[in-house]
């Protein structure tokens, strides 16, 4: 049953009216507590420093409160519940934990502990006074029935209520009896239009609307690496998003500790997703994409496609490992240290075994070097103890580590490597480049490496951004990286193996998030098989599970869009919608010059109703695009500037991929295929951006599958 703003002061049934009334005095009830509880913790931030025991604590402390504080700020247009779930039954009185003012928040998922109870449902945990509980964070696990309980496992629930708001108003609500056999799936009308809202500005969550089978990967274990294969408008990175926020809660320290990382494919996708965190209350979470990663240097030159396609090929790894590990020697010489009136000699023999065995060993190059100098020291050490009788101080332990024989034995055994260096040398010596790929790239793959005109060091070298990740793996193979806890990955499907690699290093003792759609892969490298991306992630046991239906893209858009998948090359199944209220609309223009006024014309019909409007062409094409709008008097934005006040968008085919707008005016799609090699790939991600109506404007022919 249903109930609106506006029928509320006429309905008949005093009943429906006065359960609307309390509704919405609990919400007033909710966001007069979560304003105290922040209140609260912004007095706790301010008296820190005074209640701390040292300045190290009193930073600590201060960092926890700030955090809290953040936490608990109120959105006044976002609703703080969006749904409510009564249990049948009759509550145990004899249950301690029915009247405990500490009780924070139901976490027994036994049905039969909740009988008689009812529970908002909402985004964060929010307490009255005494600690009792008004809403409870989505992530609960008695929340968890709001998700996926059904007729057929109504999981003790009696009834689930969702409610409609608008602006922050609670307007309507809906409910289902599970316990009578009601249930109303995808047929709610508020399941329905919050779904369909029209958007403007940064993606927002999906708490309210999660369905069963995103429910399942939502909540999926910590120690469970997982690959979401997603079609077009299926919420896959919705599902990686909302999944890092769950794990926050259920595994906040741990994960406090270790951090979560989220990876997307450019700074406008970033942009784009970057409040659907901090809407969870989730505000510690690092973004950035590869090229952040892997950033060490400055990228200063562009690589010809083919060489770039080499770079980025995993053999490069074995290269890199080859050449580094190139440069550690057998010793063939003693070395004598001298130590005041003593002398120390150490053989030639066990000078080998100390670098055979730190080799066996098989730490990062540059641990391995200090591992060799330690055990040098140590025979050093074993020498001064036997004839002088007692133990060597922490300096003289010092002293023989940076001895100059020693250190001229480490220089030519295993000399200190920098990465640029080792790619420098690679680049600019063909006899070295040889020795380290010989039977791994041709002799034509060797020659894309190298520079022409080698630089004069590695220092004065223009780097590109495949050097970047090659320099990253060098890093890696010297040193060890940080590990993050958990690693989110969205549109994953672009990843080259060496790119996979160096997310791999920043997630090897943590688990991952992989999410991307083999048919929206645009780069040369793009995967084709996910098992191959998750070996090169270091995760081949991660389950890959697919999403086939959308509730985002309109079917009319879907359909269109699904007519190139037979061309381009990949095993997925087709995308489904359960949406019917889309718009297609095909406008060919007899003439090139009509293009601009034709596109002109579409976004102004598409300013006629609610929501974004993007303008998607080819590169080349979008500032002209541009000022043909701002000629016509409408304001344009950019893909970066999410908080722009515009609401129409002129977007790059390259930068659309993860995006998504109300209405979508796709101008000249052969100009967009012809743009690159994978060109109807990105015609397939170009098309399904709209989640209401789209509009295709061209004057040449359609590309053939359409």
């Not at 976490?107 to 008004?134: K, Q």
């Not at 009308?189 to 919050?194: K, P, V």
């Not at 006899?431 to 010989?438: D, E, I, M, Q, Y």
């Not at 193979?477 to 672009?494: K, M, P």
Request: a negative charge; aromatic letters at 4%.
């Amino acid at each position: 049953m249903t109930l609106s703003a506006q029928q509320s002061d006429a309905v008949v049934d005093d009943d429906l009216g006065s359960q609307l009334a309390a509704e919405r005095a609990h919400l007033d009830l909710s966001r007069a507590a979560l304003h105290r509880m922040r209140e609260r913790a912004e007095a706790l931030f301010s008296a820190g420093g005074q209640v701390a025991g040292d300045p190290y604590a009193a930073e600590m402390l201060g960092r926890t409160l700030s955090r809290r504080v953040a936490e608990l700020a109120d959105d006044p247009s976002t609703p703080l519940f969006f749904g409510k779930l009564d249990f049948g039954g009759t509550p145990d009185s004899s249950d301690p934990d029915r009247t405990d003012p500490d009780r924070r928040e139901p976490d027994n998922p036994d049905h039969a502990d909740h009988a008689g109870r009812s529970y908002h449902i909402g985004r964060r945990h929010i307490t009255d006074e005494v600690g009792e509980p008004l809403v409870l964070d989505w992530r609960a696990p008695v929340s968890r029935s709001f998700y996926r309980a059904s007729v057929r496992d109504p999981q003790g629930v009696a009834t689930r209520r969702r409610f409609g708001f608008g602006a922050g108003v609670l307007t309507s609500f809906e409910d289902e009896h599970l316990d009578r056999g009601e249930e109303l799936g995808t047929a709610s009308r508020i399941l329905t239009a919050e779904i369909e809202r029209p958007r403007v500005g940064p993606m927002r969550d999906i708490v309210a609307t999660i369905q069963p089978e995103q429910d399942e990967l939502v909540r999926a274990d910590l120690a469970d690496s997982i690959c979401v294969q997603g079609a077009p408008g299926t919420g896959k990175t919705a599902v990686g998003l909302h999944r890092a926020a769950y794990l926050l809660y259920l595994h906040r320290e741990r994960l406090r500790r270790s951090g979560v990382l989220v990876v997307g494919p450019n700074r406008a996708f970033l942009s784009y997703i970057s409040a659907v965190l901090p809407a969870l209350g989730e505000v510690e979470v690092a973004q950035a994409t590869v090229e952040d990663l892997v950033a060490r240097l400055p990228v200063r030159a562009t690589d010809d496609p083919a060489a770039a396609v080499v770079k980025h090929d995993a053999r490069m790894a074995d290269v890199l490992r080859r050449a580094l590990h190139g440069y550690v020697c057998k010793p063939e010489e003693p070395i004598v240290v001298s130590d005041g009136s003593y002398r120390w000699r150490i053989g030639a023999d066990a000078l080998r075994r100390v670098v055979d065995e730190a080799r066996r060993e098989g730490l990062p190059y540059g641990t391995g070097r200090e591992r060799v100098r330690a055990r040098v020291v140590g025979l050093l050490q074993r020498q001064s103890e036997a004839r002088r009788g007692d133990s060597p101080s922490d300096a003289w332990l010092r002293r023989m580590g940076k001895a100059k024989p020693v250190a001229e034995f480490l220089d030519a055994v295993w000399p200190a490597v920098t990465p640029e260096g080792l790619l420098f040398t690679l680049f600019s010596d063909a006899a070295a480049l040889a020795t380290a790929a010989g039977d791994l790239l041709t002799a034509e793959e060797q020659a894309l490496l190298l520079w022409s005109k080698p630089p004069r060091s590695a220092k004065a070298a223009k780097w590109s951004a495949a050097d970047a990740v090659l320099i990253d793996e060098a890093v890696g193979l010297i040193e060890r990286t940080t590990s993050f806890g958990h690693v989110v990955v969205d549109e994953a499907q672009d990843l080259s193996p060496m790119q996979c690699r160096a997310v791999a290093r920043r997630s090897e003792h943590g688990s991952i998030t992989l999410l991307g759609d083999l048919a929206q892969g645009t780069a040369p490298w793009a995967a084709t098989d996910w098992r191959v991306s998750l070996d090169h992630l270091g995760k081949p046991d991660a389950a890959v599970v697919p999403l086939t239906v959308g509730f985002r893209v309109p079917a009319a858009v879907v359909t269109f869009a699904n007519r190139l998948l037979p061309a381009l090359a990949v095993d997925v199944p087709p995308a489904e919608s359960l949406r019917r209220d889309g718009a297609l609309d095909i406008r060919t223009v007899v003439e090139p010059s009509g293009v601009d006024d034709a596109t002109v014309a579409e976004v102004r019909a598409a300013l006629a109703h609610d929501g974004s409007v993007a303008v998607i062409a080819a590169d080349a094409a979008v500032e002209r695009l541009r000022t043909v709008l701002t000629d016509a008097g409408v304001e344009a934005g950019t893909a970066e500037d999410v908080e722009s006040v515009a609401r129409v968008t002129v977007v790059p085919a390259t930068l659309v991929k993860g995006l998504e707008y109300d209405h979508v005016i796709v101008v000249e799609p052969a100009q967009i295929v012809a743009a690159e090699p994978r060109g109807l790939h990105r015609l397939y991600v170009v098309l399904t951006r709209a989640v209401s109506r789209l509009a295709v404007v061209h004057a040449e022919p359609l590309p053939t599958p359409l």
